[in-house]
Each structure stands twice: as structure tokens, then as C-alpha cells.
């Protein structure tokens, strides 16, 4: 059972771009969360997705960030107009359906460097 | 707001040497606690939990016990290998009622043991 996928490894994008970063979750898991890793900092948490919804965005910034998780393909995590504050490791886990509970199992990150 | 904050890095031993990685939180209720671990080029791992006060968890080695009298989550382990060079995060959740899906991280430790 391979793990999360997250593609890509890593992303340079110059300022005012767009970034897309993906997420493939564990077979079976219907449940995605994405966190941001900023330079010195732990982990915070993003937004939590179920297949089609969107459960919980309240650590998104409320301008430039979206997210989605649609019923066949990925989770992507979409950043437009990128500027050098954006530059972090962004993490994504998933985990079985079910309560909220469940363990999170986390994908490798895309580190994106914003030029 | 429910906080974690862990010994900062990086930690350089020697194999067989004693290692101990402080983690103190700050949270209501009473949440779960974790370890987790993140090897060069992967993701983050559960390493071992713990549920409420008083419980050990443990894995490969590695030893945590929940001390809610001092709020505090301590990664141990007796002897270290060349093996063990990662990255430690430490991390809480909710124990339940809403929002017990997101993880709050410590900044992370960086571990590098020298043969």
C-alpha cells in the first residue's frame, strides 16, 4: 500500500505566479489535511477536506489560498500570485473515513521557493 | 491558543549515547500527545502517542510519558544509533469535541547521531 503522494518534491515559482501543489492520499482514505511548514516554525494546520468538502479552512489565508479534493484525482492546494512569504514546506496527511480522530499519515511535503 | 514548544536543535551524539528531547505544551482539556519523526527525504512518521495522563508510549526505543502535572511529553531513549539521525516533532490534538483532527506542532529538533 504505497503511502501519501505529494507532487511536486519541490516547486520554484517567481513572484505572481501560480502554485499547484498536489496530494494523493493512502488507498482507502477519504480524508486530507494540509499544513505549512514556515522557515523556524512547526507545522500549522491548513485546511481539512473530505472527498467534495471542505471541512474546516480556518488555518487557510483568507486571500490567494484554495483548496479542493474532488471526487477522482487528487487533493490540490492552489496558491496564485505567489510572493517570497509563501516560500514553506507544505505538508499533506490522510487518513480512513470515520471520525476525525484517526491518525494522520503524511506525504514527503513540497518545498516551495517563491523567487 | 493550544501551544507546543520543544528543545531546540540541532542535537549532535555519539552512538550509544543517552537522548533526551524536551517537550512542554500548553492546551485545555486534555489532548493526545505525539512524537513524531521525519527521516531525510520523507514524511512524518508516528513515532509513539500517548492518551491521557500518566500513559508511556513507546516505540523502537523510544520512550514518552504524559506528565499533565508538568505538561510536559519528553522523548527518551537509552541509546541511540546512527540510524536514529532525524528530525523529532512534537505534537498534540484535541481529545475530543470539535476541531480534534488538527495537530499542533512543535518546531521540530534536529537529531544527528556520529558513529
Known amino acids: 500500500n504505497a503511502g501519501v503522494m505529494q507532487n511536486p518534491r519541490h516547486l520554484v515559482r517567481r513572484r505572481g505566479q501560480e502554485a499547484r501543489l498536489r496530494c494523493s492520499p493512502m488507498?482507502?482514505?477519504?480524508?486530507v489535511y494540509w499544513y505549512r511548514q514556515l522557515p523556524e516554525e512547526g507545522l500549522k494546520f491548513m485546511v481539512y477536506l473530505q472527498k467534495e468538502n471542505i471541512i474546516d479552512e480556518s488555518g487557510m489565508p483568507k486571500e490567494r489560498f484554495s483548496a479542493e479534493f474532488p471526487k477522482e484525482g487528487p487533493s490540490i492546494l492552489r496558491i496564485q500570485q505567489v510572493v517570497r512569504g509563501d516560500s514553506a514546506a507544505y505538508f499533506c496527511?490522510?487518513?480512513?473515513?470515520?471520525?476525525?480522530?484517526?491518525?494522520?499519515?503524511f506525504g514527503p511535503g513540497t518545498r516551495l521557493t517563491v523567487l | 491558543g493550544d501551544s507546543v514548544t520543544q528543545m531546540e536543535g540541532p542535537v549532535t551524539l555519539s552512538e550509544e549515547a543517552f537522548l533526551t528531547i524536551n517537550c512542554t505544551y500548553t492546551a485545555t482539556g486534555y489532548p493526545s500527545l505525539f512524537w513524531y519523526v521525519q527521516y531525510p527525504g520523507e514524511g512524518l512518521q508516528l513515532l509513539l502517542k500517548?492518551?491521557?495522563?500518566?500513559d508511556k508510549g513507546s516505540n523502537k526505543g523510544f520512550e514518552a510519558t504524559y506528565r499533565k502535572e508538568t505538561t510536559s511529553f519528553h522523548l527518551e531513549k537509552g541509546s541511540v544509533q546512527v540510524s536514529d539521525s532525524a528530525v523529532y516533532f512534537c505534537?498534540?490534538?484535541?481529545?475530543?469535541?470539535?476541531?480534534?483532527?488538527?495537530?499542533?506542532f512543535g518546531k521540530g529538533t534536529l537529531l544527528t547521531v556520529n558513529p
Open positions: 496527511a490522510s487518513s480512513p473515513p470515520d471520525r476525525g480522530g484517526n491518525e494522520q499519515f
Open positions: 500517548a492518551t491521557k495522563a500518566d
Open positions: 488507498k482507502g482514505h477519504s480524508h
Open positions: 505534537a498534540l490534538r484535541k481529545g475530543s469535541g470539535g476541531s480534534n483532527y488538527k495537530l499542533t
